[in-house]
C-alpha cells in the first residue's frame, strides 16, 4: 500500500502521531455485490476528501494509507484532528445515507489511538507506515459496531483534558480484550449527530475483581473515616446525589497506587449514565484506569492516585471523593464494609415528607436484619422547613459488617 507523506523526506523515521482508522461495516459481507463495493468505497473516499479537517490541514502533516475497505489516517499535529476529523464523517455520511435503501448505504466504524509508528520504505521503494501507535488504532475499530467513534485510553484522556466539551462526548465504556489477551480500556465518542451511544458487543472482559482486591487491601488499607452523603432530589424516583468520601492510611511497606471502586444499584444503568466523577483531597480529577465491570447493576473501576500513598508519611490526611447520580428504587441504600473503617458517618438529606430513615445492621451470612440500637440525630434543613438532615456515625467498624438506611 502507497503511503502519501508528501514534505517527508527522511526514508525511514520513527513519529508519533495521531491516528485514525476508519473501516466499512459489512462490506465483505458476500450478498454485496462487487460493483457496490466498490461505490461504497468511492463515497467514503470523496466524503473523507471533503471533510474540513482532512481538507485544510497540510499535506506534510498528515499521513495517508488506504487500507481496501478503508483508510488510516496519521495525524502529525493537533491531538483533537481524528475526533473532529471522525465526527465531520459521521455528520456527512448520515446525509448521504437518507435518500439510500439500506444495501446502497455506508456505515463505518472509527478507532481513535495516539502513539509511535515507524514511516518505512517498502519492497517496491513506495513509503508506508507500521508500527504499536496504528496497530493499537486498528484494534480499537476493529472492538466497534456499526457507528461507534472508539478511542484508546491515551487518546481519550489527552482529549478530555483540553476542554469540558471533550469530557461531555467521550466517555469511558469499559475493559475489551484484544489479540494476545492485551486489556485496554474503551472510550466511546458520541453525541446527537454522530457516534453510537450503545456498548460495543465484542470481547468485552468483565471479570470482578472486587473480592480479591479487598482482600489485599486489607493488608495494606485502613480507613481512618469514610463520610456518604446522600442528597434524595426525587422521593418519587429515588433520584439520589451521592458524596462518598474515603480518607486513606496506608499500613503496608508498599506505597499504594490506585484504588479499586466498586458500585451496585438497584436500577439498570449504564457507566457513563451514573455521572461519576472522583477527585483526590485538592480537588483534582483522578484517572480511571480500568472499567472491568459495566453490568446493568454492578459496576467496579479503577482509579489511579497523581501521587502515591506512602506509609507513615506525614502531611495532610489523604482521601478521595467519588460523586454519582442513581435512582434507589428499593426505597434503601446499604454500605459494606470490607476493610476496617475507624469511623463512618453518613449524612442524608431527603424531602420532609419522607421522614428519617430507620437504620439495621444487616448480618450477610445469615441474611438477618435487626434495627440498630443507635439511630439516626435529624435535624431540619437551614434552608427551610421543605427538607430534613438525618445524620447517623459509627465507629470501629470492623470488615465485614454492612448497615442498611431504609426508608420503606
Known amino acids: 500500500m502507497t503511503l502519501k507523506t508528501s514534505g517527508i523526506s527522511r526514508p525511514s523515521s520513527i513519529i508519533h502521531a495521531n491516528f485514525f482508522f476508519v473501516d466499512i461495516v459489512g462490506l465483505s459481507d458476500p450478498v454485496t455485490s462487487t460493483k457496490t463495493q466498490i461505490k461504497k468505497i468511492e463515497t467514503l473516499n470523496n466524503t473523507m476528501t471533503d471533510c474540513a479537517t482532512f481538507k485544510f490541514t497540510p499535506r506534510d502533516t498528515k499521513l495517508v494509507m488506504p487500507t481496501g475497505d478503508g483508510m488510516l489516517i496519521g495525524f502529525l499535529q493537533g491531538p483533537e484532528l481524528p475526533l473532529n476529523l471522525a465526527i465531520e464523517l459521521h455528520e456527512k455520511l448520515a446525509k448521504y445515507n437518507k435518500a439510500k435503501l439500506p444495501s446502497e448505504t455506508v456505515r463505518v466504524r472509527i478507532g481513535i489511538h ?44 489527552d482529549l478530555r483534558e483540553l476542554s469540558d466539551q471533550y469530557k461531555q462526548i467521550i466517555r469511558p465504556v469499559h475493559d475489551f480484550t484484544i489479540k494476545h489477551g492485551q486489556t485496554l480500556l474503551i472510550y466511546s465518542a458520541y453525541g446527537k449527530d454522530f457516534g453510537n451511544p450503545r456498548p460495543p458487543t465484542k470481547g468485552s472482559y468483565q471479570r470482578s475483581k472486587l473480592n480479591s482486591e479487598i482482600i489485599k487491601s486489607r493488608k495494606t488499607t485502613l480507613y481512618p473515616l469514610i463520610e456518604v452523603e446522600m442528597y434524595i432530589k426525587d422521593s418519587k424516583s429515588m433520584l439520589t446525589h451521592y458524596k462518598r468520601i474515603y480518607e486513606i492510611q496506608n499500613i503496608s511497606d508498599n506505597p499504594i497506587n490506585e484504588v479499586l471502586h466498586g458500585i451496585a444499584t438497584d436500577t439498570e444503568k449504564s457507566f457513563s449514565e451514573l455521572n461519576i466523577k472522583i477527585y483526590d483531597e485538592n480537588n483534582k480529577p483522578l484517572k480511571i484506569s480500568s472499567i472491568n465491570v459495566d453490568k ?75 434495627l440498630s440500637k443507635v439511630q439516626p440525630v435529624v435535624m431540619v434543613n437551614e434552608d427551610g422547613n421543605e427538607r430534613i438532615i438525618a445524620r447517623w456515625v459509627k465507629q470501629d467498624i470492623i470488615q465485614g459488617q454492612s448497615f442498611r438506611f431504609q426508608w420503606k
Open 296 to 370: 446493568p447493576y454492578q459496576k467496579e473501576f479503577t482509579s489511579i492516585f497523581s501521587r502515591p500513598i506512602i506509609k507513615g508519611k506525614k502531611g495532610p490526611r489523604r482521601y478521595f471523593v467519588l460523586e454519582y447520580e442513581v435512582e434507589e428504587s428499593e426505597g434503601y441504600f446499604e454500605n459494606y464494609f470490607g476493610i476496617n473503617c475507624r469511623k463512618f458517618v453518613i449524612t442524608i438529606n431527603n424531602p420532609r415528607h419522607m421522614g428519617s430513615p430507620k437504620v439495621y445492621v444487616v448480618n450477610l451470612e445469615s441474611d438477618e436484619i435487626k
Open 114 to 157: 495516539s502513539g509511535p509508528a515507524f514511516v518505512v520504505n517498502d519492497i517496491l521503494n513506495n513509503r508506508n507506515i507500521w508500527g504499536p501507535g496504528i496497530i493499537i488504532a486498528r484494534r480499537v475499530m476493529d472492538i466497534g459496531d456499526d457507528g461507534h467513534i472508539l478511542l484508546s485510553a491515551r487518546a481519550a484522556e
